[in-house]
Nanobody
Framework: QVQLVESGGGLVQPGGSLRLSCAAS????????MGWYRQAPGKQRELVAA???????NYADSVKGRFTISRDNAKNTVYLQMNSLKPEDTAVYYC????????????????WGQGTRVTVSS
């Protein structure tokens, strides 16, 4: 069974920084893409940033230039460095892994983490 465990959320003042981490476990052979989504109160879940195994990245327009996604394929871990945080970045951030292959050739279309809360407030 594949699991994603997120860490790094918390309370930060506007203009501050946070770094989120998400580690995947479960006899993983490969993961096609990993990413971060967020869901603010009363809003739909939205893509924040994603990165493929080859390092190609995609960002929401609202976070371009402020957030950086990176990935350690050997550790099956994805990071999200968030700088210049704004109150509108407040949300629960979810890690996502897509195209997961494990030992025994089990395949998972996508796996979600439990979420970590980020609050940007003075």
């Amino acid at each position: 069974q594949v699991q994603l465990v997120e860490s790094g959320g918390g309370l930060v003042q506007p203009g501050g920084s946070l770094r989120l981490s998400c580690a995947a476990s479960g006899s993983i052979v490969s993961i096609n893409a990993m990413g971060w989504y967020r869901q603010a109160p009363g809003k739909q879940r939205e893509l924040v940033a994603a990165i493929t195994s080859g390092g190609s990245t995609n960002y929401a327009d609202s976070v371009k230039g402020r957030f950086t996604i990176s990935r350690d394929n050997a550790k099956n871990t994805v990071y999200l460095q968030m700088n210049s945080l704004k109150p509108e970045d407040t949300a629960v951030y979810y890690c996502n892994a897509a195209g997961v292959v494990t030992l025994g050739s089990y395949r998972y279309l996508e796996v979600w983490g439990q979420g970590t809360r980020v609050t940007v407030s003075s």
